[in-house]
């Protein structure tokens, strides 16, 4: 297994990632949350992928993961100045924004690796709070945030009348 930085040459299979990410959150959702233009939300989602991996750089953090030289993950980084009317904190800091792996390289601890370099980028940037968000269906996701010392701080409901 390699961890590496995104390279140009990355591009389609970060999009093709970032797609199977959203059609994994997609299935995990409630019937009622599944909206019936999805193809639309697909296309949107690779457009902003596209326009993320292009503007990666100083701020933005993609880390490609291989396995027997097929690409199996990713994991995105943003450093961010929260806005000044934010009641729970303001200034630069770090969002651990996205974490993906195809289903046969889960459980091995490579999230957990990935959450680390992540950590350790953010640090080199003088980052010292770090935000993510994990929808409360993901149970394992939970479980590698909360190991790492990540606390709840907000939850959002939401209701379809």
Not at 73 to 79: H, Q, S
Not at 102 to 113: V, W
Request: negative net charge; contains cysteine.
């Amino acid at each position: 297994m390699l961890i590496r930085k995104a390279e140009d040459k990355d591009i389609e299979s970060y999009i093709e990632m970032v797609t199977k990410l959203s059609k994994f959150n997609r299935i995990n959702h409630p019937e009622e949350c599944k909206y019936d233009e999805y193809e639309k939300i697909l296309d949107s989602i690779r457009r902003r992928a596209n326009e993320t991996f292009i503007n990666r750089g100083k701020d933005i953090h993609i880390l490609i993961v291989e396995c027997d030289s097929k690409q199996v993950g990713y994991a995105l980084a943003k450093i961010y100045n929260e806005d000044s009317g934010a009641d729970n904190g303001t200034g630069r800091m770090g969002l651990f924004d996205e974490l993906y792996l195809d289903e046969d390289a889960r459980g091995f601890g490579i999230g957990q690796k990935l959450l680390d370099e992540v950590i350790n980028w953010f640090k080199s940037k003088g980052i010292s709070r770090i935000k993510l968000h994990a929808y409360s269906w993901n149970e394992n996701a939970k479980k590698l945030y909360n190991k790492n010392g990540f606390l709840e701080y907000a939850i959002s409901y939401e209701k379809f009348i």
